[in-house]
């Protein structure tokens, strides 16, 4: 069965510097991998995704993921936070797209003034 | 388009009593998924059904879990002789078959459920 680690369960980190959330999966023929945020009181919502094509990948947000098959790890980056991210950070994966999410146990970003 | 909602958003109830809550998809969403989530652990799948089909329950908990979805709209999530280890958050997803939204899973905000 698949299954998502996800290496920190905190991070605190000063505001405008940089950030790496880590997740790893177990490794699996074909998988397509999430990051989900969840701001406090809000549902989880779609930060990006991976399916195919081009291993970096962008959200609207400034956020970037890489997916790399050979480290079976998708991590997540910013280059400068702000207070603003602050939130938890889910990882995700699938085996065939659209079936059941198996998420990691979820990073919480904490940004500092 | 409202997004995905569920009704109650919390419930309190004693241990024994049974409950159920209703998730409402995105309009013409066709799959339907529900998680839960406890503290300090991501969303944990449940079951999920494809229009009025359900697909899979093997993970649902136990025998006092059950979901419906009759009509392939609105879906209800039961529990029976609630037990204190119940208490979470009760998680409804949707998502559409086919085109450019294809394998993105939309979320409500959740139902917490308090075991007392």
């Known amino acids: 069965a698949q299954s998502v680690t996800q290496l920190d369960s905190q991070v605190p980190v000063f505001e405008e510097a940089p950030v790496e959330l880590r997740c790893n999966y177990s490794?699996?023929?074909?998988?397509?991998l999430f990051w989900y945020v969840q701001y406090p009181n809000q549902g989880l919502q779609l930060l990006l995704k991976?399916?195919?094509?081009?291993?970096l990948v962008e959200s609207i947000n400034g956020f970037e993921a890489e997916f790399n098959k050979s480290q079976t790890s998708f991590h997540l980056r910013k280059p400068s936070v702000h207070i603003s991210d602050t939130a938890e950070y889910f990882c995700?994966?699938?085996?065939?797209?659209?079936?059941?999410?198996?998420f990691g146990k979820g990073t919480r970003l904490s940004v500092i003034a | 388009d409202t997004g995905v909602s569920q009704d109650p958003r919390h419930k309190i109830t004693k241990r024994g009593q049974n409950v159920t809550f209703r998730c409402d998809p995105i309009?013409?969403?066709?799959?339907l998924y529900w998680y839960r989530q406890t503290l300090g652990q991501g969303p944990e799948f449940l079951t999920y059904?494809?229009?009025?089909?359900?697909?899979?329950k093997s993970r649902l908990l136990s025998d006092r879990f059950s979901a419906e979805r009759p009509k392939g709209s609105f879906s209800t999530l039961e529990i029976q002789r609630t037990e204190q280890g119940d208490s979470a958050m009760y998680l409804c997803?949707?998502?559409?078959?086919?085109?450019?939204?294809?394998?993105?899973?939309?979320f409500g905000p959740g139902t917490r459920l308090t075991v007392t």
């Open positions: 995700a994966v699938s085996d065939q797209g659209n079936t059941p999410l198996v």
């Open positions: 997803a949707s998502s559409p078959v086919g085109g450019q939204q294809f394998y993105e899973q939309y």
């Open positions: 490794s699996s023929v074909s998988v397509y």
């Open positions: 309009s013409e969403h066709n799959r």
């Open positions: 991976y399916l195919s094509g081009s291993t």
């Open positions: 059904f494809q229009n009025e089909a359900q697909l899979e």
